[in-house]
């Protein structure tokens, strides 16, 4: 049985393929809202990432007609479907779907199958969640499935400050590898700061001239510089590219490893970069974000091949919108009980000041959200009236209103919300509420 997280719009804005070929082949439209099926759940995409391979699909003419392109995403789980026991509502996830059997993640919403996503990690903002599942998922296939590498061994990694090279020089120097990296000048610093040990700039040096006996070359370049790299590699060595393949007998006469592609596999995948990621030691670079609505310069920006990390689509297309959740939240909260509403309006370190009849109090919101927790609806919830106000925004800072008419209480709810790491959260609620008369 489908078990659903509050009230769900009947629609969705998307951007959908209306024909082959480049960016102009999107347009955003309002579509229905995907239905859930068993053993998978209803997410709320926050936002989602381009990945190249998402405008090739297009332009090769792979997707469907108005299929919704895009497939990593971070987002809520607003609805479970039948069977599942390891999300419930309010969780909040991340990971990428496969866009030409599924709907694609540039939605404000998406059905994603239990084995596509993860928890979202708790280091990232959602928006650095809908940017690492592709490249890092990538970055394990071939740097670790696929290459192996050990401590120790020297790797060459070409297109180092893009998605997945930029996972891979990390990933290389968490197992302990030395990382030689190529990218034009611009991008050396940023490079180096993800723990390349040396930088050459491809623009103006050959990287045959710097680079020798490697014993892995990871490349996320492909053509040329893919056929040069045999050269760099030593007798026994390992190629492995995330984009082209050598032929075997190239790599046979050259004495070097060029290992199959190891299977995609998001669990594994995943899985494998968890413990980095909260170790502090997989960091995600956003090269640049944009609305949903500008979907095609998103794309564009990504075919020109000079992004410096990922580009990101945020989902909430204003801040209004994204300080308006937290505060629908806590009504979701109040209607239904359930802790996971609270505990995505509230900060982990929010507090509560007020007067209810006279008596003033203050307490942490953590105490507010055991007690208010009920797991259930209101018995007299058809009688209760809860609406939004008011909503300020001044930089980080909002500020908004809630009135609550109920039977046994009507209040004004004063809060005060933080924009951190790119979320918003209720951090202060003042109160005045009152028990009403007989009515």
Known sequence: MTQTCGALPSVMRAA???????????????VALPRVTPNTVLVRVHAASVNPVDWK????????????????FAGEVVAVGAGVTRYRCGDRVAGTVDQMETGGSYAEYLVAPLDAMVKKPARYSMQEASAYPTVAIAAWRFLIAGADVQRGERVLVHGASGGVGSMVVQIATARGATVIGTASARNHDFVRALGAAQMIDYTTTRFEDVARNMDVVVDAVGGETLTRSVAVVRRGGRLVSSAGSVPAETCRAAGILCPSRAPWDVPRGLAYVAPLIEAGQLQVHIDSVYTLDQIMAAQQHSRSGRTRGKVVVDMRASETAGALEPLQAYLDGHATGQEAHFRRAFASDAMLVGIKDGQYRQWPASEYIRVS??????????????????????????????ALDYPDMIARDHMTLLKRDGEWRIVVKGYDASTPVAR
Do not use: F, W
């Not at 959908?16 to 309002?30: A, I, K, P, Q, Y």
């Open 373 to 402: 927790s009920s797991g259930r609806a209101p018995a007299d919830e058809a009688q209760r009236r809860r609406r939004i106000e008011s909503l300020t925004i001044n930089g980080q800072v909002a500020t908004g209103v809630i």
């Open 57 to 72: 699909l297009q332009d090769e003419g792979d997707l469907k007609p108005l299929a919704i392109p895009g497939g990593d």
């Open 16 to 30: 959908r393929v209306h024909g082959e070929g480049n960016t102009r082949v999107l347009r955003v439209d309002t």
